[in-house]
């Protein structure tokens, strides 16, 4: 059975830093393409932070551009998460899809396994 479990989510001030991490079980991460989703109240889901399976492409919202970056080993992935924003608060989702993906994608649609989701919260 495939498995995704978000950690690393906390209460954090504007400016401050978290690394969110992703467990995976039952298969490998760093075959597939991974990407980091947020949703904050109200809102839609929306990608921020997308790699695709080879791990050469990746895609950013340019709401984070060059404050977030994210990455991936065969077990875990990470998201680091820097200059945070209240604006960056949100509940924060992993997803994996298998099917073999080059460039990377940011749509929802595209991936088929995700994690339960880790809050992430910025306010002074």
């Known amino acids: 059975q495939l498995q995704l479990v978000e950690s690393g989510g906390s209460l954090v001030q504007p400016g401050g830093s978290v690394r969110l991490s992703c467990a995976a079980s039952g298969f490998r991460l760093d075959a597939y393409a991974v990407a980091w989703f947020r949703q904050a109240p109200g809102k839609e889901r929306e990608g921020v932070s997308c790699?695709?399976?080879?791990?050469?492409s990746t895609q950013y919202a340019d709401s984070v551009k060059g404050r977030f970056t994210i990455s991936r080993n065969n077990e875990r992935a990470y998201r680091e998460m820097n200059r945070l924003k209240p604006t960056d608060t949100a509940v924060y989702f992993c997803?994996?899809?298998?099917?073999?993906?080059?460039?990377?994608?940011?749509?929802?649609?595209?991936?088929?396994?995700w994690g339960q989701g880790t809050q992430v919260t910025v306010s002074s």
């Open positions: 997803a994996v899809e298998i099917v073999y993906i080059v460039q990377a994608t940011c749509d929802h649609r595209e991936y088929a396994y």
């Open positions: 790699l695709g399976s080879t791990g050469s």
